[in-house]
């Protein structure tokens, strides 16, 4: 490094320790229905849904896991996960881990917490070994502040000289910003000039990486009511101390608090890795969800949301006495529930005493209702409904989206919630799965397939893949291939053009990829040549959809095709495309893969015969989606049946 950069000077910090002094939280005459409606509205618990629909989780399609979870599709997911190709189980774990408000009660607790609430994430997900994990560390801090370098020392002391060793975890990487601090002047209500200044917390956001050995084992917070007999259970890595400082509930009522979670033994993280490890590996868990953010009621109300399930919650064995069940419910220390068969319930148990992790027994059992009832020893101490609970805990979500989207959009999604029929995404196929609709052909021949793209394609890769596996040979055309001549679509029986964004949509969605083919005398010509033969069949996803729409003149049977303009909410939304895999065979053939489309927005151009085939599961839908499609209207899908040749295109998602 030295030959690169010479020998600059080395940045030093000095500061004098100084010990804080904070009051403890009040916790007197507090009402836990208003504390559980203020803990669910604040945004760090709340629903993300305003800021995760706005963005394509689908780009590679070797997304295995993404945020959104359920039938309902309600963001919930612990880690994220992709597979490492396109025909392999085994992929690379993604999550995520920070507790900012600790740091102003106990720096180094709050980068331990950072940390351990990384590790809890990832444990959704099959990880071979603890030690596959590796961080990267994101450091923010208002150096210099008073009192802020002394607890970035203590923070980066604990994580790589103590926390991270001890686990066997390396932080190969990060980045650190230390400029968390801002002034400024302005008028006080007297007409004085005043300085004012904000400065942030001492922040450490983790990340951290695993390698995968399948993906479809992974975990997440739905509870599975499809097991009669099941039991929920914490696992309280805090030892049972429900400390509240720098809680949810503590800045509901704007407190801080002077005594905060920690992770007091690292022993523990690693033998609550290691079971929960084994015990998926075994198939004993059907839900997993850690605790952090809101502490164990809003731990256990997530789980209930992604399931719809109304959930009995048992204090019992928790505490003693009803003052304590702030505590018990809000307390944000480490740990998780899990979802387990009643018959494995007393081995589970086992399992983690034998480990070390005595703190761990049944907290609630689910309910076919939608009755959420929290007691201690039979004795009320709240009582709602699932969906009232999580009305409240979009609601924050919801106001965001008005503010920045269409209003009316965004109140008929969030209405959505009320419709007590809503069956959620399901997949229920018109064909057996299992079967290879390719197997007669594919030995005799591989029909050529064209993939084709433009500049901001990207989603040609996946599109070749799917085509090859159903049976066909998959060709990489670009445009350029075509309007210099080096390619001609006579050469194919079929074309699919692929989803991105074509010249940033600058000149309309997909306007600039079709322009270059009605204003090129060549590719206009070998475009309408294609389209007007009996034996091709083309196929148009997201941005190729917005194409060929646009070059409906060069397609016989196409004028009633629709032009794709701006929605209403005049943004880009997504449901999930994957959700409803989840419930598909693991077997599924190519046939599965071919025939299922991913949007339920769909134009197709073919025989009446044909058509139930071709509709599939496209059409059974988002019940949701009249309200967020991304298409022409906003209202609910149509279906538009020419006659001749095969034509399909589906619409962004």
Known sequence: MSVLFGKPPKMQREFERQDRELPGIMLDNLDLREAMDRVLRLPTVASKSFLITIGDRSITGQVARDQMVGPWQVPVADVAVTTATFDTHA???????????????????????????????????PIAKLGDIKLSANWMSAASHPGENQALYDAVRTVGMELCPALGIAVPVGKDSMSMRTAWEAENDKGEREEKSVTAPLSLITTGFAPVTDALRTLTPEINLEQDESDLILIDLGGGRNRLGGSALAQVYGQVGDECPDLDDPEDLKAFFSVIQGLNADGKLLAYHDRSDGGL??????????????????????????????????????????????????????????????????IARPRYDDQVRVTLFEEPLLETTRLLAQRTWSETSYRMQALRDNAECAKSEFDGLLDGRDPGLSATPTFDVDEDITAPFVNTARPPMAVLREQGVNGHLEMAWAFDRAGFEAVDVHMSDILEGRVSLDDFKGLVACGGFSYGDVLGAGGGWAKSVLFNERARDQFASF?????????????????????????????????????????????????????????????????????????????PSSVTALICVACRAVRRWPCAISTTTGRRPRVILPTRTARRAVSPA
């Open 91 to 125: 992929g690379e774990a993604m999550a995520m881990g920070e507790r900012p408000p600790v740091a102003l009660i106990d720096p180094a607790a709050s980068a331990r917490l950072a940390v351990a609430e990384t590790i809890t994430n990832l444990a959704a997900a």
């Open 297 to 362: 009621l809003v731990t256990l109300l997530e789980m209930a949301f992604a399931a719809h399930a109304g959930l009995e919650i048992k204090l019992d064995w928790l505490i003693d006495e009803p003052t304590d069940a702030f505590n018990a419910l809000f307390a944000e220390e480490l740990g998780a529930v899990i979802q387990v068969s009643r018959e494995h319930t007393e081995d589970v148990l086992a399992q983690f005493a034998g480990a070390g992790i005595e703190t761990c027994g049944v």
């Open 531 to 607: 389209f007007g033969r009996d034996d091709s069949f083309a196929l148009g996803v997201c941005n190729g959809c917005q194409m060929l729409s646009q070059l409906k003149e060069l397609i016989p049977g196409a004028e009633n095709w629709p032009r794709f303009v701006r929605n209403e909410s005049e943004q880009f939304e997504l449901g999930s495309p994957w959700c409803a895999w989840s419930r598909v065979p693991r077997s599924c053939s190519p046939a599965w893969k071919a025939r299922a489309c991913r949007s339920p927005w769909l134009m197709a151009k073919a025989v």
